[in-house]
Nanobody, 127 residues
Framework: QVQLVESGGGLVQAGGSLRLSCAASGRAFGTYAMGWFRQPPGKERELVACISRRGENTDNVDSVKGRFTISRDSAVNTAYLQMNSLKPEETAVYSC????????????????????WGQGTQVTVSS
């Protein structure tokens, strides 16, 4: 089992920045890929960014390229999502997830590949 706890959400003005953290525990941190997802009000959950087990491969949705960065730090068993130039339409609940059944080189982009999920943290971007 892997337990995930997100933090760092909050209220920010459009154009501002936030850094989300996802603290992991349970299995060894380097045994699973990580992903960040978001679910805006009334919409489906979507992938934001993902990173492979050792951090050498990442991927993110086109709408956040150049603004959001995913990273992971094995020293503190934590994954991060740095979000810059935030937009009001990016208001959502942001959740992190862990995928342990994928090849170690992959940054998985599909939700069904993730076995473990955090509770989520609210991000609200005001205009």
């Amino acid at each position: 089992q892997v337990q995930l706890v997100e933090s760092g959400g909050g209220l920010v003005q459009a154009g501002g920045s936030l850094r989300l953290s996802c603290a992991a525990s349970g299995r060894a941190f380097g045994t699973y890929a990580m992903g960040w997802f978001r679910q805006p009000p009334g919409k489906e959950r979507e992938l934001v960014a993902c990173i492979s087990r050792r951090g050498e491969n990442t991927d993110n949705v086109d709408s956040v390229k150049g603004r959001f960065t995913i990273s992971r730090d094995s020293a503190v068993n934590t994954a991060y999502l740095q979000m810059n130039s935030l937009k009001p339409e990016e208001t959502a609940v942001y959740s992190c997830a862990a995928a342990e059944s994928v090849d170690y080189r992959r940054a998985p982009v599909l939700q069904y590949e993730y076995e473990y999920w955090g509770q989520g943290t609210q991000v609200t971007v005001s205009s």
